[in-house]
T-cell receptor
Framework: AQSVTQLGSHVSVSEGALVLLRCNYS??????LFWYVQYPNQGLQLLLK??????LVKGINGFEAEFKKSETSFHLTKPSAHMSDAAEYFC???????????FGSGTRLQVQP | DAGVTQSPTHLIKTRGQHVTLRCSPI?????VSWYQQVLGQGPQFIFQ???????GRGNFPDRFSARQFPNYSSELNVNALLLGDSALYLC????????????FGNGTRLTVT
């Protein structure tokens, strides 16, 4: 079985500030890890994924995440927030069978001007 | 290329009724998955189909069923609707049976009154 915990249901940053969204996971097999973004009244868009190999993963829109096995973490970062980054962000893990995603409860990112 | 398309975008049903939601995957994608996203929560896995066969099922009651057609489109059916079935239903497609990543549609917003 697998699970995802996203610390902080709401995060607020100033435009231009560092964005850090936290994700911890548990998985009985080596995990595949994902970050998705959801804008109001839309579906989920894949930001980035980790399957194997390099632990620092770069995604779209300047986001990146680092897989840390020892900490069971996959935190999402962006050096400089933009107003357009305001959205809901979901961390997800794919475990045994690699068929289904288990999502965290999401973090709503607010960007203040 | 068109992304994952879902219909209808919104619908309102009464408790006890039946509902059918439809999904067309990205061209060339043979796997379709369904997720339920209750307001304020992350999506939860309902079903996965590949080549018209059910390959995965989440922890949902038998009132929920699905099927996949020869053209890889899919239907999700829910019988005897409950108020708690009110949610955004997301369809996702992928090229392969396993391994993700998933490409999500914009969802169908179901309201049960």
């Amino acid at each position: 079985a697998q699970s995802v915990t996203q610390l902080g249901s709401h995060v607020s940053v100033s435009e231009g500030a560092l964005v850090l969204l936290r994700c911890n996971y548990s998985s009985s097999v080596p995990p595949y890890l994902f970050w998705y973004v959801q804008y109001p009244n839309q579906g989920l868009q894949l930001l980035l994924k980790y399957t194997t190999g390099a632990t620092l993963v770069k995604g779209i829109n300047g986001f990146e995440a680092e897989f840390k096995k020892s900490e069971t973490s996959f935190h999402l970062t962006k050096p400089s927030a933009h107003m357009s980054d305001a959205a809901e962000y979901f961390c997800a893990v794919s475990g045994t069978g690699r068929r289904a995603l288990t999502f965290g409860s999401g973090t709503r990112l607010q960007v203040q001007p | 290329d068109a992304g994952v398309t879902q219909s209808p975008t919104h619908l309102i049903k009464t408790r006890g009724q039946h509902v059918t939601l439809r999904c067309s995957p990205i061209s060339g994608h043979k796997s379709v998955s369904w997720y339920q996203q209750v307001l304020g929560q992350g999506p939860q896995f309902i079903f996965q189909y590949y080549e018209k066969e059910e390959r995965g099922r989440g922890n949902f009651p038998d009132r929920f069923s699905a099927r996949q057609f020869p053209n890889y489109s899919s239907e999700l059916n829910v019988n005897a609707l409950l108020l708690g079935d009110s949610a955004l239903y997301l369809c996702a497609s992928s090229l392969a049976d396993t391994g993700v990543p998933l490409h999500f549609g914009n969802g169908t917003r179901l309201t049960v009154t």
